[in-house]
């Protein structure tokens, strides 16, 4: 084939696939999530809930950096709080159901990083599931000095916004609710998943 066919039949090819227009953009804040008006009003309000978490979390973790040199995350700090809780030793299962948690390997691995940190010591039967837990001394004192920070950082924050004390029962029922239907939202998905 000469130089002029190939040429001629490039441009036959060229004219013969479908011409795209341009590629739409995306509005701004837009996203697959998002498809109707429910959805826009669900994915802004997980993406709030998915900001406050990590703030939250960060908060914890550098509210204990504060009173206590052992490295641990918001998540660490939130099962070595709800050991502490009460003073009454739990079981890894009892710390998952309290903090809504079904990754037991995660809660397991926090467990011993805050027993070989010595916030928390084990009691009772050698069995996994009958093993208990407890804040030691140490434990103690460092939950003590974490709650007298956080009592006088973040309080007076949230005194400062208007109506806070006020929509706070509100809010805690709500959210309540709500991780009632992200549970049953979770439970339809997993049979979706089995489906044939």
Same mark, same amino acid.
């Given at each position: 084939?000469?130089?002029?066919?190939?040429?001629?039949?490039?441009?036959?090819?060229?004219?013969?696939?479908?011409? @795209?227009?341009?590629?739409?953009?995306? $509005?701004?804040?837009?996203?697959?999530? =998002? @498809?109707?008006?429910?959805?826009?009003?669900?994915?802004?309000?997980?993406? &709030?809930?998915?900001?406050?978490?990590?703030? +939250? +979390?960060?908060?914890?973790?550098? %509210?204990?950096?504060?009173? %206590?040199?052992? /490295?641990?995350?918001?998540?660490?700090?939130?099962?070595?709080?709800?050991? &502490?809780?009460?003073?009454?030793? !739990?079981?890894?299962?009892?710390?998952?159901?309290?903090?809504?948690?079904?990754?037991? /390997?995660?809660?397991?691995?926090?467990?011993?990083?805050?027993?070989?940190?010595?916030?928390?010591?084990?009691? #009772?039967?050698?069995? $996994? !599931?009958?093993?208990? +837990? $407890?804040?030691?001394?140490?434990?103690?004192?460092?939950?003590?000095? +974490?709650?007298?920070?956080? #009592?006088?950082?973040?309080? /007076?924050?949230?005194? =400062?916004?208007?109506?806070?004390?006020?929509?706070?029962?509100?809010?805690?029922?709500?959210?309540?609710?709500? =991780?009632?239907?992200? #549970?049953?939202?979770?439970?339809?998905?997993?049979?979706?998943?089995?489906? /044939?």
């Amino acid at each position: 084939m000469r130089k002029t066919e190939k040429t001629a039949a490039r441009q036959t090819a060229a004219a013969a696939k479908p011409k @795209r227009g341009p590629i739409a953009a995306e $509005r701004p804040g837009a996203w697959h999530l =998002a @498809r109707t008006e429910t959805e826009k009003q669900l994915s802004d309000f997980e993406f &709030r809930l998915e900001r406050l978490a990590q703030a +939250y +979390y960060r908060w914890k973790a550098a %509210c204990l950096a504060a009173v %206590c040199d052992v /490295p641990l995350t918001g998540d660490d700090v939130a099962v070595l709080n709800v050991v &502490r809780m009460g003073d009454e030793p !739990k079981r890894l299962s009892e710390v998952g159901q309290l903090l809504n948690r079904v990754d037991v /390997p995660n809660l397991q691995y926090a467990t011993r990083k805050l027993v070989r940190a010595g916030l928390i010591e084990t009691e #009772g039967s050698s069995s $996994r !599931k009958e093993t208990r +837990y $407890r804040a030691t001394e140490k434990g103690r004192a460092v939950t003590e000095a +974490y709650a007298a920070l956080r #009592g006088t950082t973040l309080p /007076p924050m949230l005194d =400062a916004l208007d109506g806070w004390g006020a929509n706070l029962e509100t809010t805690a029922v709500q959210m309540d609710l709500l =991780a009632s239907l992200y #549970g049953q939202a979770a439970q339809v998905a997993i049979t979706r998943r089995h489906q /044939p």
